[in-house]
């Protein structure tokens, strides 16, 4: 089954207040996700009402707001989704495929976070990485693997890699995600090698860490969106 759609064009990860929100809209991206990882230190609690706050001011803009989930069980997930109306569920953990059939069958949209290794790929890798998940009606969000932080960490993919991979499959760019360490300076060089239409940041809009820089955010969306390379 191939990936149908990416659910935005640019998303900010780790939303931590109203004001980073805003900051989102005014820069024109169109997607932001909350973090409800507890680890993180981006993270969360969907109960609080800062919490139901953010998530109120990112409906009122229009933009898609996407839950991050690592390890949760279903009955949390849906839960959270369902209190909040979250646009889509974001899978970023060792979750079984069995619990986004769930998800799916209970009318939920999936975003799969598939964890890759940097450097080079070899061509295959990236489907023997997504494996049976291909058969499950989500969308992939490729990221660099960092084990157990369950995050890119920062860091890169291969770019030349990913292009190889979604010209072999024959995917429509709209099908799938790239994040793992983009940030203002390189994610138009990331999305003009990899073909990406939809990108993914949190730290790379950062500074420090943890905490939204309304600035970056601005940078990395105006770079990201199409013509700004030749302006």
Request: proline share 5%; charged share 25%.
């Amino acid at each position: 089954m191939q990936p149908s759609r990416a659910p935005f064009a640019i998303k900010i990860c780790g939303m931590r207040s109203v004001q980073d929100v805003r900051s989102v809209a005014d820069a024109g991206a169109d997607a932001v996700g909350l973090n409800f990882y507890e680890p993180s230190v981006r993270s969360l609690n969907p109960d609080a009402e800062e919490t139901i706050r953010i998530n109120e001011v990112a409906r009122e803009v229009g933009l898609t707001r996407v839950g991050l989930f690592v390890n949760h069980d279903l009955e949390f997930i849906q839960r959270v989704a369902g209190s909040l109306q979250l646009d889509w569920i974001q899978l970023h953990g060792d979750e079984p495929v069995s619990l986004a059939e769930d998800l799916v069958r209970a009318g939920q949209s999936i975003l799969r976070a598939i964890r890759l290794p940097r450097g080079k790929l070899k061509l295959g890798q990236i489907d023997d990485v997504i494996g049976k998940w291909n058969e499950v009606d989500v969308s992939y969000l490729l990221d660099a693997d960092a084990g157990a932080s369950f995050g890119g960490g920062g860091q890169p993919l291969d770019w030349p890699s990913i292009r190889a991979w979604a010209d072999r499959r024959g995917d429509s760019a709209a099908g799938w995600v790239l994040a793992g360490g983009l940030n203002p300076e390189n994610v138009r060089e990331a999305i003009q090698v990899s073909g990406a239409t939809s990108v993914d940041v949190a730290s790379g809009v950062e500074q420090p860490k943890g905490h939204k820089n309304a600035e970056k955010i601005r940078q990395f969306v105006a770079a990201a969106q199409p013509g700004e390379a030749t302006r």
